[in-house]
């Protein structure tokens, strides 16, 4: 569905991790299976409560309430931002 992108925050900063730190190949696969197993579920889920804007709503709620206290305000309106521009992107590759 997508690449990982690696969200350098202040927590990460506060632990004195290098600039240069990055995910490994194991790690990628592991958050990529993270990610395809939530989206497939949340599909499931819309399918069976025929309901697919409630559950949207209930996710990226829950998903920007948790990444706000795990990384702070712009980094989860950062991370926000950022699916709206490739869902945007993705819109007008559909209408080439």
């Known amino acids: 569905m997508g ?4 969200l350098e925050t202040a927590v990460a900063a506060a632990r ?10 194991t790690d990628i696969k592991r958050l990529e299976s993270i990610r395809d197993n939530v989206e497939a579920l949340l599909n499931m ?19 920007l309430m948790r990444m706000y206290h795990l990384h702070g305000r712009a980094a989860a309106m950062g991370f926000a931002d950022r699916c709206i521009e490739t869902a945007e992107m993705a819109q007008d590759l559909d209408h080439c």
């Open 16 to 25: 004195h991790l290098p600039d240069d730190s990055t995910l490994t190949a």
């Open 45 to 63: 889920v819309a399918g069976v409560r025929r309901d697919p804007e409630a559950v949207a709503y209930a996710s990226a709620r829950f998903g």
């Open 3 to 6: 690449e990982v992108i690696y």
